[in-house]
């Protein structure tokens, strides 16, 4: 089964930035969309930004502006650029498919934004 692999996080202060990876060891776009996932300490999962086959992106407004999703098909690999970071971007951030078919979380990457 398809395996992701988050990684690229780190402690950075705000104003900071930090670019994530996720590796797939299959296609990224398997399923036409992949997506950047993040949970805080007590709170729920929430969908940073998703990504499809052909390039349309939407990011949550929280991110607008700050955040850019990408992705290299040939290196089976989609990127989170995250610039300008806030103390409540502080987070686990996990990619996966943004559908109810999803694959098996890898270990997602720390993102720590500290003053």
């Known amino acids: 089964q398809e395996q992701l692999v988050e990684s690229g996080g780190g402690l950075v202060q705000p104003g900071g930035s930090l670019r994530l990876s996720c590796a797939a060891s299959g296609s990224i776009f398997a399923s036409n969309i992949m997506g950047w996932y993040r949970q805080a300490p007590g709170k729920q999962r929430e969908l940073v930004a998703w990504?499809?086959?052909?390039?349309?992106?939407w990011y949550r407004d929280s991110v607008k502006g700050r955040f850019t999703i990408s992705a290299v098909a040939a290196k089976n690999t989609m990127y989170l650029q995250m610039n300008s970071l806030k103390l409540e971007d502080t987070a686990v951030y996990s990619c996966?498919?943004?559908?109810?078919?999803?694959?098996?979380w890898g270990q997602g990457t720390q993102v720590t934004v500290s003053l």
């Open positions: 996966n498919v943004p559908a109810s078919a999803q694959l098996p």
């Open positions: 990504i499809t086959r052909s390039g349309s992106v």
